[in-house]
């Protein structure tokens, strides 16, 4: 079983930063098109960044030109830099591959980010 482990999360003020990392116990890690989650309180999960085994990325409107996602193939790592955070950030995030291999549906319990003042 695959274990994938997401942490960085905290509460921080709005316009700060922080870095979300997420590791897999795999050793393919590399191949898998990768993203990152996040789910507020009362809302559906909703990805918001993406990245493919070759490096491209893609970003949900919301966060285009604030997050950044990378990867560390050699750490089997994740990354999610967020830059001038929102309230509306806010959320539990998650990593997980686009095809839910890794996870098979156990999304565990992610990591708490609160942009609050």
């Known amino acids: 079983q695959v274990h994938v482990v997401e942490s960085g999360g905290t509460l921080v003020q709005p316009g700060g930063s922080l870095r979300l990392s997420c590791v897999a116990s795999t050793s393919i890690f590399s191949i898998y098109s990768m993203g990152w989650y996040r789910q507020a309180s009362g809302k559906q999960r909703e990805l918001v960044a993406t990245?493919?085994?070759?490096?491209?990325?893609n970003y949900a409107d919301s966060v285009k030109g604030r997050f950044t996602i990378s990867r560390d193939n050699a750490k089997n790592t994740l990354y999610l830099q967020m830059n001038s955070l929102k309230p509306e950030d806010t959320a539990v995030y998650y990593c997980?591959?686009?095809?839910?291999?890794?996870?098979?549906?156990?999304w565990g319990q992610g990591t708490q980010v609160t942009v609050s003042s």
């Open positions: 997980n591959d686009l095809s839910d291999l890794l996870r098979r549906g156990s």
């Open positions: 990245i493919t085994s070759g490096g491209t990325t």
